[in-house]
């Protein structure tokens, strides 16, 4: 079993959620940019891939994957589902490279059991540039929060598992 | 429900993405996906395991499968279905029956 809990980031916004909600947003407009309703397969598509599987504990390199575009078979989309960042190894990255659109998620692990993991994502952003300043960021904040979490994460997951109620 | 079902169902509500997400391509690639990474293989290992066997399956076609690319020959499922150990099951949970004008919509697709 595997679970995918939204933690709010230290400017107190549930970055992620906000960011997934615009994305739907943009994709029921009326007359709808064709790159977000693209984007609006994806992600969830990725999210649905993440949710069910277990990260092993040694990931020895990303997963990753490249498919036709539904807008044009000829384009290609990346999707890299989990890549563990070199600068911090408990952070991990979800990428989807649609272009125009780059979008990014942050998140970290806990497993409470061998079969029981969580994935905890805490920041998300569409990249408009290479290596912009916001990614790095989003990296240190994640690790950060990581680290937090692993000092209780028997009480934290609770209150994270509590915030994520509807 | 939890937040992220919440999500789930408002990408749902975009239209295209629920017939997209609840395809047959899409469903057997996650299962595939996952059982593989569950076995540890990298994709090269499973087209590598496929070749042994004398299955020329390559590693675009592997990822065509996993990401749930239309258009994939039954029997190439049924080729990475063995070399992954067999499926002893496959469920399908059906939906409700949809009106004439949306299957016919669907069939012509």
């Known amino acids: 079993m595997s679970d995918i809990l939204f933690e709010h980031s230290f400017s107190d916004q549930n970055e992620v959620e906000v960011l997934l909600n615009q994305i739907i947003d943009l994709s029921l407009q009326e007359n709808p940019d064709p790159a977000y309703v693209a984007l609006a397969h994806y992600v969830p598509l990725g999210m649905e891939y993440l949710r069910d599987l277990i990260i092993p504990t040694r990931l020895e390199q990303a997963i990753e994957w490249a498919t036709s575009d539904i807008r044009d078979p000829d384009k290609q989309v990346h999707f890299k589902l989990i890549l563990q960042t070199v600068s911090q190894r408990t952070v991990y990255e979800f990428r989807i490279d649609a272009p125009p659109l780059f979008f990014r998620a942050f998140f970290y692990i806990y497993n409470e059991s061998v079969n029981r993991q969580y994935k905890i994502m805490t920041r998300a952003f569409i990249k408009d540039q290479k290596n912009p300043p916001i990614q790095q960021e989003a990296i240190q904040e994640t690790a950060l929060r990581a680290n937090v979490f692993a000092r209780d994460p028997i009480k934290n997951l609770r209150k994270l598992k509590l915030h994520n109620e509807k | ?109």
């Open chain 2, 1 to 109: 429900m939890s937040r992220f079902d919440d999500i789930m169902n408002r990408f749902k509500t975009v239209p295209g993405v629920r017939e997209y997400l609840e395809s047959f391509e899409i469903q057997i690639g996650k299962q595939i996906f996952t059982r593989r990474i569950q076995l540890g293989w990298s994709q090269q290992q499973l087209v590598e395991r496929c070749r042994q066997r004398g299955y020329p399956i390559t590693q675009p076609m592997l990822s065509n499968i996993e990401s749930g690319k239309k258009n994939i020959e039954s029997n190439t499922y049924h080729i990475v279905l063995e070399v992954l150990g067999g499926a002893e099951s496959i469920q399908i949970k059906f939906g409700p029956v949809p009106d004439e004008k949306k299957m016919t919509a669907a069939l012509t697709e």
